[in-house]
């Protein structure tokens, strides 16, 4: 089967059946649910691409929409066009962190790799976050210091309200010779729960480019 929906996709096809359940339950207006109901079609079909799970999907949206139930079910049918993040093997990972010296491994069993557009894992020990993200087709490894301070703030990654911490990474400051500054970014503590609420690539794009030592 052709995996043409990414994770992201995937996520922005699940806000959408939220933002049809939010009208269906709150809107009494019969007029206005048929206009919010068009427009999640809508914007369903254009992130959907054109296959017989994705237009059965678009078709019983109204119906998908009503119930926690159906919906976890229309999602588990969806989730097979998605392409997952892939598992990562402790070789593959220890070239994208070749500095670092004692790699701690992500728990790959807990993470939902069908809704992950990045890999990020924290070492509460050593206070270090760890992400993997896509950068120009290729992957790759962005860490730093993890203050482990909850705060309630914007991410920089999924640009949701949430609990944040302080995450400051080393880059190079530019024209100086191998000095390195510290760059520090508000960014959800659990990443599991931002891929999950990450439905464009923009922010995660400008994250990375930020904070890529280069
Ligand atoms: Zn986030």
Same mark, same amino acid.
């Given at each position: 089967m052709d995996k043409q929906l990414q994770p992201h996709e995937f996520v922005a096809i699940k806000e959408q059946v939220i933002i049809l359940n939010k009208a269906f339950n709150s809107v009494n207006d019969k007029n206005v649910k048929a206009v919010v109901q068009a427009d999640v079609v809508e914007t369903a079909k254009s992130i959907l691409p054109d296959t017989e799970i994705a237009t059965d999907f678009l078709n019983q949206l109204p119906e998908i929409a009503t119930s926690r139930q159906r919906a976890e079910r229309a999602f588990k049918q969806l989730a097979e066009l998605v392409t997952p993040f892939p598992e990562l093997s402790a070789n593959q990972l220890g070239k994208l962190f070749?500095?670092?010296?004692?790699l701690p491994e992500p728990k790959w069993e807990n993470l939902?790799? @069908?809704?992950?557009t990045y890999l990020g894992w924290n070492d509460n020990g050593s206070q270090k976050k760890y992400i993997v993200a896509p950068r120009d087709g290729k992957l790759v490894g962005i860490y730093g210091d993890f203050d482990p301070k909850p705060l309630n703030g914007l991410c920089a990654?999924? @640009?949701?309200?949430?609990?944040v911490s302080m995450f400051l990474s080393k880059v190079k400051s530019r024209g100086a010779d191998g000095n390195y500054t510290k760059r520090g970014n508000l960014i959800c503590r659990d990443s599991s729960l931002c891929n999950a609420q990450l439905s464009s690539l923009d922010h995660l794009a400008s994250f990375v480019e930020t904070t890529l030592v280069k």
């Amino acid at each position: 089967m052709d995996k043409q929906l990414q994770p992201h996709e995937f996520v922005a096809i699940k806000e959408q059946v939220i933002i049809l359940n939010k009208a269906f339950n709150s809107v009494n207006d019969k007029n206005v649910k048929a206009v919010v109901q068009a427009d999640v079609v809508e914007t369903a079909k254009s992130i959907l691409p054109d296959t017989e799970i994705a237009t059965d999907f678009l078709n019983q949206l109204p119906e998908i929409a009503t119930s926690r139930q159906r919906a976890e079910r229309a999602f588990k049918q969806l989730a097979e066009l998605v392409t997952p993040f892939p598992e990562l093997s402790a070789n593959q990972l220890g070239k994208l962190f070749k500095k670092v010296k004692k790699l701690p491994e992500p728990k790959w069993e807990n993470l939902d790799r @069908h809704e992950m557009t990045y890999l990020g894992w924290n070492d509460n020990g050593s206070q270090k976050k760890y992400i993997v993200a896509p950068r120009d087709g290729k992957l790759v490894g962005i860490y730093g210091d993890f203050d482990p301070k909850p705060l309630n703030g914007l991410c920089a990654i999924c @640009h949701q309200l949430g609990t944040v911490s302080m995450f400051l990474s080393k880059v190079k400051s530019r024209g100086a010779d191998g000095n390195y500054t510290k760059r520090g970014n508000l960014i959800c503590r659990d990443s599991s729960l931002c891929n999950a609420q990450l439905s464009s690539l923009d922010h995660l794009a400008s994250f990375v480019e930020t904070t890529l030592v280069k």
